[in-house]
């Protein structure tokens, strides 16, 4: 699903891009890769959230997230990226949405390590999907 982002947002993607050294998803898709784990999760320029899995048949093919794991990758790009104008990506909590009794309506979990810290790592919560909130 494609979803025109703000300039700001693509010139911050952008400059995330331009810090490292990109992979070739990255350079294929116009995409910053925001997490990996047993495969690459990425957010294009232009809104979409790509997929690369790196066990199986399809090993290195991109392809559209599903909705749930859209969610789930645009809470860990608002998080890691601190872009605000990626709430463009982020559906409007309806009136009747209730906040999340798995995560107490964080959105998040604690989960594993995380490995550039060494403290208890973050996840976007597997109740919400890091919405913070259910319908």
Do not use: K, N
Not at 7 to 33: K, S, Y
């Amino acid at each position: 699903m494609r979803r025109g982002l703000p300039e700001e947002v693509v010139a911050g993607l952008r400059a995330v891009r331009d810090a490292r050294e990109l992979d070739e998803v990255e350079c294929g898709h116009d995409a910053v890769l925001v997490t990996a784990f047993l495969s690459g999760w990425y957010l294009t320029l232009d809104g979409r959230v790509l997929t690369v899995s790196f066990f199986g048949e399809d090993v290195g093919v991109p392809v559209e997230a599903s909705p749930v794991q859209r969610r789930r990758v645009v809470a860990i790009a608002r998080r890691r990226f601190e872009l605000p104008g990626l709430d463009v990506l982020w559906p409007v909590r309806g009136d009747g949405a209730s906040d999340c009794v798995v995560c107490d309506g964080s959105g998040w979990q604690v989960g594993g390590t995380d490995v550039g810290s060494g403290e208890p790592g973050e996840m976007p919560c597997r109740g919400c999907h890091g919405l913070g909130w259910t319908d």
